[in-house]
């Protein structure tokens, strides 16, 4: 990996080189795991003209969160405590006479730009913008098989749950079982909170566990996802309580699907982002649910859950192969609950099949 991790910063180098810079910060603890192989806790990278170095507050642990480090990249460890490793790296680039340092501007404090300023005054500060974030954008193979082992993770971990029993116990309690399940079977953690929603409070976006109690006929869905070696997947899915579906929940369900199957489809290299929303969308829109439906109906995931692309009304540009993606689109009745149906997929060419499911979880509306 230590080759993988150098052409990374190889391609960022003459990226910078093009823009007139000399060198390159990178604070942002996704792009410096991106470019490095871990992210320390307050960790940097300079990527310098003559040589890369991290610049840390204090020696990493090894933790299985902060991820495996390039063994052949030199580390800086800081001896003060409290020293910002950030004006230690723009220090070192003053002294190689760097003339112009490119910084996630996006990231940065202005303090702490304004730190940098001071420790290197003849040092030009450039916006680096997201250079490294779409650099990230198309995975290579090694990342999608990480995004493969979470997604095998978080379907384990929602089949064990469905052959338990639901009734009576609490959306939070659910929620907590579901994390838990996930380490058990592998995984650093959940990719972000976890939620499940019953009853009326089912199909809401990113709803936060309550102390509610299952009940028979519910709705319940379901959103999770595994953080495997920083790679983090996301499967949402809605099921009913105990009985037979009422026919309006059926209906619903039905929509819904249609819906996610339509963006699934769609999910082909050149597709333009906002054609993959409008496909999904188009269909709740058509059936009157427009108003309530959430800006987005679906993102990129990899080392953030929720990075670029966005696949939404405005988005502009188009998708690429070995892209991955959420599609989860979702209708929520106030009062009555609702539907949300959730994979994390690849954009393959059709040749290669088309897009590559990830999360496998049955999508068929089930009464448990």
């Known amino acids: 990996m230590s080759d993988v991790y150098a052409a990374r910063r190889g391609l960022l ?19 410096v795991r991106y470019l490095t192989g871990a992210s320390p806790l307050d960790a940097v990278l300079l990527v310098g003209p003559a040589e890369d170095v991290m610049f840390c507050a204090g020696a990493p642990t090894g933790e299985a969160d902060e991820g495996r480090l390039d063994e052949h990249l030199r580390l800086s460890v800081l001896p003060s405590p409290g020293a910002d490793p950030a004006v230690a790296a723009a220090d070192m680039a003053a002294s190689v006479r760097a003339e112009s340092l490119a910084v996630e501007e996006h990231h940065l404090t202005v303090g702490r730009h304004r730190a940098l300023h001071s420790v290197a005054p003849r040092l030009r500060l450039a916006d680096l913008g997201s250079a490294v974030e779409q650099q990230r954008l198309v995975k290579d193979e090694d990342e999608i098989a990480c995004l493969r082992i979470a997604a095998e993770i978080a379907d ?37 909170p976890t939620s499940v929603g019953t009853g009326p409070h089912s199909g809401r976006s990113r709803h936060r566990p309550s102390d509610r109690r299952v009940e028979e006929g519910d709705f319940l869905s379901v959103c999770l996802g595994a953080n495997y070696r920083g790679y983090r997947c996301e499967i949402g899915r809605t099921f009913v ?13 039905d929509l819904v699907f249609a819906a996610q199957r339509a963006g699934r489809e769609s999910l082909l290299p050149g597709a333009a982002y906002r054609d993959v929303d409008r496909a999904a969308r188009s269909v709740l829109d058509s059936a009157g649910h427009g108003e309530a439906l959430a800006g987005w109906m679906g993102h990129g995931v990899g080392l ?9 009304p405005t988005a502009m540009g ?6 991955p993606v959420t ?12 539907v949300r149906i959730d994979d994390t997929l690849v954009v393959r060419p059709e040749a290669d099949g088309g897009p590559e499911l990830l999360t496998i979880t049955t999508k068929e509306l089930l009464a448990l």
């Open 241 to 253: 309580i105990g009985t037979t579906p009422a026919d309006w929940q059926i209906e619903l369900y």
């Open 318 to 323: 188009k998708l690429d192969a070995c892209v």
């Open 156 to 192: 384990q971990a929602l089949g064990e749950l469905l052959e338990s029993i639901l009734v009576g116990r609490t959306e939070r309690h659910l929620a907590l079982e579901l994390e838990r399940r996930l380490v058990d079977h592998g995984a650093d953690g959940p990719a972000f």
């Open 304 to 312: 953030e859950i929720d990075e670029d692309p966005q696949l939404a």
């Open 13 to 31: 180098r003459d990226r910078c080189a093009a823009a007139g810079n000399s060198a390159a910060l990178i604070t942002r603890p996704a792009n």
């Open 327 to 338: 599609v989860e689109p979702g209708v929520h009745l106030p009062g009555r609950g609702g």
